[in-house]
């Protein structure tokens, strides 16, 4: 089973976090949330965090991952918000099962292929010699010739953990990741289509939804909107929770 951190009460709204993070990611917004009047369940998907590790790593997995976990709490009729891979799962979620799903937002990720692109990260990742048990400023060093964004490498060190004393881990599954990496690409199959309300929210910054992509998005979410938050990058719920938060919850309103 996933693990998750339930907040409030209300009408289920699920989070899921994007590649190589963790439900710990989505704490503060997910309290607010949980005071807009939802009961909020921020999960740790599939290599991730502290869910199950597996050989099997899919967005087809993920799905069902997703879909056993509302099954097992009994959600339905649930709202979804998901930042980036996780925004691929819950598009995936909604056109499979629109049953389970009320409303959608998609964090800065579009329904379409994106080429490998996380060469460097994970550079950086397989640079860190565990054996050696290093520090956790060793590490950061370590990583820092091939992430040189202070950003990326902070949002990465969230995911190192004491295993036990003196030795440090990653919480994710990085050798799956290494095997599987070009599924964190794959698009959202053809027929894949979910009609109820949509809403995708990009950054400024961000090239991950171009104006180009609105067409394609529209096919496959044809009452799909889309809003754009100024002057921030990929990680846009994190460098502007304020408006994150606004644009989010009077669309679930």
Same mark, same amino acid.
């Given at each position: 089973?996933?693990?998750?951190?339930?907040?409030?009460?209300?009408?289920?709204?699920?989070?899921?976090?994007?590649?190589?993070?963790?439900?710990?990611?989505?704490?503060?917004?997910?309290?607010?949330?949980?005071?807009?009047?939802?009961?909020?369940?921020?999960?740790?998907?599939?290599?991730?965090?502290?869910?199950?590790?597996?050989?099997?790593?899919?967005?087809?997995?993920?799905?069902?991952?997703?879909?056993?976990?509302?099954?097992?709490?009994?959600?339905?009729?649930?709202?979804?918000?998901?930042?980036?891979?996780?925004?691929?799962?819950?598009?995936?979620?909604?056109?499979?099962?629109?049953?389970?799903?009320?409303?959608?937002?998609?964090?800065?990720?579009?329904?379409?292929? !994106?080429? $490998?692109?996380?060469?460097?990260?994970?550079?950086?990742? &397989?640079?860190?010699? =565990?054996? #050696? %048990?290093?520090?956790?400023?060793?590490?950061?060093?370590?990583?820092?010739?091939?992430?040189?964004?202070?950003?990326?490498?902070?949002?990465?060190?969230?995911?190192? !953990?004491? $295993?036990?004393?003196?030795?440090?881990?990653?919480?994710? &599954?990085?050798?799956? =990741?290494? #095997? %599987?990496?070009?599924?964190?690409?794959?698009?959202?199959?053809?027929?894949?289509?979910?009609?109820?309300?949509?809403?995708?929210?990009?950054?400024?910054?961000?090239? !991950?939804?171009?104006?180009?992509?609105?067409?394609?998005?529209?096919?496959?979410?044809?009452?799909?909107?889309?809003?754009?938050?100024?002057?921030?990058?990929?990680?846009?719920?994190?460098?502007?929770?304020?408006?994150?938060?606004?644009?989010?919850?009077?669309?679930?309103?």
């Amino acid at each position: 089973m996933l693990y998750s951190k339930i907040e409030g009460s209300g009408k289920p709204l699920l989070i899921l976090h994007g590649f190589l993070g963790m439900s710990d990611n989505w704490k503060t917004l997910g309290a607010q949330f949980a005071a807009d009047g939802f009961q909020v369940h921020m999960i740790d998907l599939r290599n991730h965090g502290r869910s199950l590790h597996s050989e099997e790593f899919s967005y087809e997995i993920m799905v069902q991952d997703i879909f056993d976990y509302c099954q097992a709490n009994s959600l339905q009729n649930i709202n979804i918000i998901g930042h980036s891979m996780g925004g691929k799962v819950a598009m995936l979620l909604a056109t499979t099962h629109p049953e389970l799903v009320d409303k959608l937002i998609v964090a800065d990720i579009g329904p379409k292929f !994106y080429p $490998q692109h996380h060469q460097d990260i994970l550079a950086g990742l &397989n640079a860190v010699d =565990f054996s #050696k %048990k290093p520090t956790r400023s060793e590490v950061e060093e370590i990583m820092s010739p091939h992430i040189p964004d202070f950003g990326t490498r902070q949002f990465l060190m969230k995911s190192l !953990y004491w $295993q036990e004393p003196g030795q440090l881990a990653f919480r994710f &599954n990085l050798e799956v =990741f290494n #095997k %599987k990496m070009e599924e964190i690409g794959v698009p959202l199959p053809p027929n894949a289509i979910f009609e109820k309300p949509t809403l995708f929210i990009r950054g400024g910054k961000s090239n !991950y939804i171009l104006d180009s992509d609105f067409e394609n998005i529209k096919q496959h979410f044809p009452d799909a909107s889309l809003e754009t938050i100024p002057n921030v990058g990929h990680w846009l719920h994190a460098e502007n929770p304020i408006l994150f938060h606004q644009i989010a919850s009077s669309f679930l309103k």
